[in-house]
């Protein structure tokens, strides 16, 4: 191989996926139930290659109603850039206790770390138009959220489509991460959840303090008459 590292990880990945396999990630249940994500990957329109996300169902799931559902669209942060980082330790780790979600909860790959710009921004809009291909989806009822670099995607994201998005919330989001904090007036309309750590100087970097950069970016929305509510820890 090319690159033994990727190699050894792509190994190391079959084997926890193989391990959930010989459990009840075998069984269809934990995924109908949403108690595991189903692995969704489809041939992207734009470059013909194979991208990927995860699916959670929502509690009570029956292929046979005749409902749409709201969507949830996930952005993951900054970290493993392995298409099977996100789902092999899920398959592998046991079930816990069947969660209550109203909803369709997806989580776009977005090719790893490229903090949804580019290419990896089209796999967003492209794995919501494969998730409406194969589920009814509630136009009103879709929302975004992201933590760290997926925080910055969904300020990116959602300040351009704020007609998209029923709310939105930013976890952990610097200020040097965001596109640009004069585009809040955009998502003016659009409620919003902003939550950090007072001491997180990971997510939260340069001089400003992670309170003082928390509070500035809800008082940019809130200057345009935008609802937020704002959870520090």
Do not use: C
Request: proline share 7%; aromatic share 12%.
């Amino acid at each position: 191989s090319a690159n033994p590292s990727r190699t050894a990880d792509t190994l190391r990945y079959l084997g926890l996926i193989e391990r959930g396999l010989q459990g009840d990630a075998a069984r269809w249940e934990p995924y109908a139930r949403g108690r595991r994500p189903l692995f969704f990957a489809y041939s992207s329109p734009h470059d013909k290659t194979t991208q990927f996300y995860t699916l959670t169902l929502p509690k009570g799931w029956d292929p046979k109603a005749d409902r749409a559902y709201p969507a949830y669209v996930e952005l993951h942060g900054a970290g493993e850039d392995h298409f099977l980082g996100g789902l092999a330790p899920s398959l592998a780790a046991p079930t816990g206790p069947e969660p209550y979600r109203d909803g369709l909860h997806i989580a776009p790959f977005g090719r790893g770390n490229l903090g949804y710009r580019g290419i990896a921004e089209i796999d967003v809009w492209e794995a919501i138009g494969d998730l409406k291909r194969n589920f009814r989806v509630d136009e009103d009822r879709q929302y975004l959220f992201g933590f760290s670099m997926g925080g910055g995607g969904t300020w990116n994201l959602a300040t351009r489509t704020p007609d998209r998005w029923a709310a939105i919330g930013i976890l952990s989001l610097s200020l040097n991460l965001r596109p640009n904090i004069g585009l809040a007036q955009n998502i003016s309309n659009v409620p919003t959840y902003i939550w950090g750590g007072e001491e997180d100087r990971i997510g939260y970097r340069g001089e400003k303090s992670p309170k003082a950069q928390i509070e500035e970016q809800a008082t940019e929305i809130r200057k345009y008459g935008g609802r937020v509510q704002v959870t520090t820890s």
